[in-house]
């Protein structure tokens, strides 16, 4: 099996910028949008889905529902492992 990098090796430059300091315009755009989206009570978006992968964004809200930030949830495409 072959290892894997840590996270703070792969990505440990990021920590502490934003989200939009690390992707390129189209990301941020389409970033934005899906805030939004999670602003305006979604509460999970599909944003790419590929033959590589599918990722979601999905909002965390506090216990009055009102969005406290949002994590990516990746799977592989639908009928693929």
Known sequence: MPRRRSIMQKWGDVL??????????????????CFDRLQNGEAEILFADNEKHRVYMRGVRDTKGKLI????????PVGKK
């Open 16 to 33: 502490g910028k934003s989200i939009f300091d690390c992707h390129n315009p189209d990301s941020c755009k389409i970033i934005r949008d």
């Open 69 to 76: 930030g949002y994590y990516e949830r990746y799977e592989p």
